[in-house]
């Protein structure tokens, strides 16, 4: 149990299109999911807390009109980086809590972007 | 604000040798705190999960040591194998609900 799921694994797209990324959990509902950003060799940092049907709660730096969240159901939330750069491109990393089990988060696999 | 720091940052060690990754975060005031492996290019597996009230988890060859008040937590991992080989990433929960904060990670290498 507790499967999360990201859509697309890899996505290599030119400078200045637009990237949804989704992610789903398979077999939970999921009242709050997290987006982190991952850098060659360097650690997660998270980019946002989205709670379902509410606004996505954005960490300090991160553009919020550049990285869209979007959480309309309990098991799917999707980001969307949009005008991509080259500077952009890193490995995203969902994951999902529920609100019956709130200390434990559920990862998904990533997704690599890389902006051309 | 919270801040977590592993040491070291890369361990390279022969097969069999026993394995002692450092973490360390500045807020004591924790929910609790995970660790994970991460293979190259592969998302998060979790390790083990420890709770601010115990001391300590136990897993197989791994076992995860929680100190909270001097902010301190160790994972062994006994008889290293080459597949032990990827990166560890410490992470503090500071409140049911809360985000996640992760430490830079070790990344480590066992040598056949």
């Known amino acids: 149990g507790a499967v999360v799921s990201q859509h697309p694994s890899r996505v290599i797209c030119k400078s200045g299109t637009s990237v949804k990324i989704e992610c789903r959990s398979l077999?939970?509902?999921?009242?709050?999911m997290f987006w982190y950003r991952q850098f060659p060799k360097q650690s997660l940092m998270l980019m946002a807390t989205?709670?379902?049907?509410?606004?996505?709660?954005?960490e300090q730096g991160v553009e919020k009109d550049k990285f869209l969240i979007n959480h309309a159901s309990l098991t799917l939330s999707t980001l969307t980086v949009t005008s991509a750069h080259p500077e952009d491109s890193s490995f995203y990393i969902c994951?999902?809590?529920?609100?019956?089990?709130?200390?434990?988060?559920?990862f998904g696999p990533g997704t690599r972007l890389t902006v051309l | 604000k919270q801040e977590v720091t592993q040491i070291p940052a890369a361990l390279s060690v022969p097969e069999g040798e026993n394995l002692v990754l450092n973490c360390s975060f500045t807020?004591?005031?924790?929910?609790?705190l995970q660790w994970f492996r991460q293979d190259p290019g592969k998302g998060l597996t979790s390790l083990l999960l420890?709770?601010?009230?115990?001391r300590e988890q136990t897993s197989g060859r791994l076992n995860a040591s929680l100190d909270k008040s001097s902010g301190r937590s160790t994972l062994y991992i006994a008889a290293s194998q080459p597949g032990d080989s990827a990166t560890y990433l410490c992470?503090?929960?500071?409140?049911?609900?809360?985000?996640?904060?992760f430490g830079g990670g070790t990344r480590v290498l066992v040598k056949p």
């Open positions: 994951s999902a809590q529920t609100s019956t089990k709130a200390d434990t988060q559920y």
């Open positions: 077999d939970f509902q999921a009242t709050t």
């Open positions: 989205s709670n379902e049907g509410s606004k996505a709660t954005y």
């Open positions: 807020d004591s005031a924790i929910y609790n």
């Open positions: 420890i709770q601010s009230s115990q």
């Open positions: 992470a503090v929960h500071e409140a049911a609900g809360n985000k996640l904060t």
